[in-house]
């Protein structure tokens, strides 16, 4: 049985012209890059404890040779717009004779364009993480590791080892309350790669994870990184209520991705959790729809920003609204609430 084993994770590039590396947002915060691997770095948490981990993303330093050269193994993989570079650095590693393991979502959408990668791990790891260990101490070193779609249970997640990020690289660290979505938009990936069913992590587990990074010294803005983070209304509320009474919310500004199924109800419980900002981003609607909507957010005190932009994957238009909830709107929310 082969066991000690030392780990390169390396984050791919994100192809240069994305709107999302906001990269001027970064020159003025002095981030290098927006967002955090937070898929790379559940997959370490999956690993065994006395594999050794190293961690370069590759949006914000550099790779080297000698990285290379410690690493028994090397694990990569992201989405999309990373697919160029993650096939760049599996070349490398053929070259330098490395394993190299492939999981996330471009290779689960599209696993015949990654065949050069020794292993590659198909869907979400958590379950199928110990499959490919026991292939790899026995002495493999090919083989694809599939998850059945949507049935992983994110209640057995490992907590995120966030003490492999330099936290002050970014504009916001990801939590991920739950995975899944009831809808069915045409150009989304999410119900092929997770399902239609949210599911979501029990709160204990938000809350550790969000109280883990408050024990590294975090205090920046974190993002909840959801597919819909409002598929689930009932547990959502639920979280909010709980997280409501800790200090969390008075330390942390949290963001959130989330479809326009905010009920009037929902947005107070979203002020109430603290919830600072929240991206809504439309397809298939025309920019007077979007503008219309963003009338009625301002008639509630919403303060709002809308950008719009071409939608890459599709020919229809896709939106993107702001929503600002201001604190005297959380403050006025709040005593409602409790009212
Ligand atoms: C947050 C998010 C964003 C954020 C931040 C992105 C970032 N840099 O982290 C923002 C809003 C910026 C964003 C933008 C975009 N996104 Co996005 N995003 C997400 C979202 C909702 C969560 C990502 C996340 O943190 N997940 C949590 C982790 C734990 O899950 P995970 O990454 O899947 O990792 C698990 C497994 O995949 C696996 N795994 C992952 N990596 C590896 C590596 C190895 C070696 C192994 C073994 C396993 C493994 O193990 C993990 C545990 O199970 C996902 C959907 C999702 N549920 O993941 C979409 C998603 C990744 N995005 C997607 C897309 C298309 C985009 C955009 C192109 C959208 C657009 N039209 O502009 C842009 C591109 C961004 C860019 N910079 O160019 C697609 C990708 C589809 C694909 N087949 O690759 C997804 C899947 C959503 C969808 N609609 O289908 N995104
Ligand atoms: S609501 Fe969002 S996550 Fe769900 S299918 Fe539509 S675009 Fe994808």
């Avoid at 997770?194 to 969000?210: C, D, F, M, S």
Wanted: net charge positive; with cysteine; aromatic share 8%.
């Amino acid at each position: 049985m082969i066991d000690a084993c030392r780990v390169l994770m390396v984050f791919p590039l994100f192809n240069a012209s994305s709107f999302w590396n906001y990269q001027e947002t970064c020159d003025l915060t002095n981030a290098r890059y927006p967002a955090a691997p937070l898929g790379l770095i559940t997959v370490a948490a999956l690993l065994p404890e006395n594999w050794e981990i190293r961690l370069v993303n590759r949006n914000t330093e550099q790779l080297d040779d000698a990285d290379f050269d410690w690493a028994d193994i090397v694990m990569t993989g992201g989405m999309l717009p990373q697919r160029n570079d993650a096939l760049r650095i599996i070349e490398m590693c053929r070259t330098l004779g490395k394993p190299v393991v492939i999981g996330g979502p471009d290779v689960t959408s599209s696993p015949h364009l990654y065949s050069a990668a020794n292993f590659q791990v198909l869907g979400e790891a958590e379950e199928i993480m110990i499959d490919f260990i026991t292939a790899w101490r026995r002495g493999d070193r090919q083989g694809v590791f599939k998850a059945e779609m949507g049935k992983t249970d994110v209640t057995k997640s490992p907590l995120p080892r966030f003490d492999l990020l330099k936290l002050d690289q970014y504009l916001h660290v990801g939590v991920q309350f739950s995975r899944g979505c009831p809808f069915s938009c045409e150009f989304c990936d999410i119900i092929e790669l997770y399902g239609r069913v949210p599911r979501t992590k029990t709160n204990a587990q938000v809350i550790a994870e969000l109280n883990a990074l408050y024990a590294l010294g975090y205090r920046g803005h974190v993002d909840f990184v959801d597919d819909n983070l409002i598929g689930n209304k009932k547990a959502l509320k639920n979280f909010y209520q709980t997280s409501n009474s800790g200090r969390i919310q008075r330390i942390f500004h949290l963001n959130s991705q989330q479809r326009l199924q905010l009920t009037s109800r929902m947005i107070p419980i979203c002020c109430v959790a603290c919830l600072r900002q929240i991206s809504l981003p439309y397809s298939s609607v025309s920019k007077v729809q979007i503008q219309s909507l963003w009338c009625s957010c301002k008639k509630s005190r919403i303060q709002g920003g809308a950008y719009s932009r071409a939608s890459r994957q599709s020919t229809k238009q896709e939106f993107l609204l702001m929503l600002a909830l201001s604190s005297g709107l959380i403050a006025k929310k709040a005593a409602l609430l409790k009212a």
